[in-house]
């Protein structure tokens, strides 16, 4: 099984919102997982990553406290996430 990608998002994040709509199978399908901002796992993950500055965002988390950022992308109707390769 592949490491799934995790979207960091918030209520009322209109671009979150409509990134959850359109990657809905992949979500269904465990393919992506979806994480709360304002969760305990996420308000612990912002902590330890405070580079972030925007969400969504999306990542790997190959081990506890290592992520590798995933840039998210459309092309026509397609929705690609291109992650960074292990170090």
Do not use: W
């Not at 979150?16 to 612990?44: F, H, N, R, T, W």
């Amino acid at each position: 099984m592949t490491t799934p990608v995790k979207l960091l998002v918030l209520d009322g994040c209109e671009p979150c919102d409509e990134l959850k709509e359109i990657v809905k199978p992949m979500i269904e399908a465990g393919e992506i997982q979806l994480v709360d901002g304002m969760s305990d796992e996420g308000q612990k993950f912002l902590h330890e990553h405070r580079e972030i500055d925007h969400v969504p965002y999306a990542f790997i988390e190959d081990s506890p406290g290592n992520i590798r950022k995933c840039d998210v992308r459309r092309e026509g109707e397609v929705i690609l996430f291109e992650c960074k390769p292990k170090a």
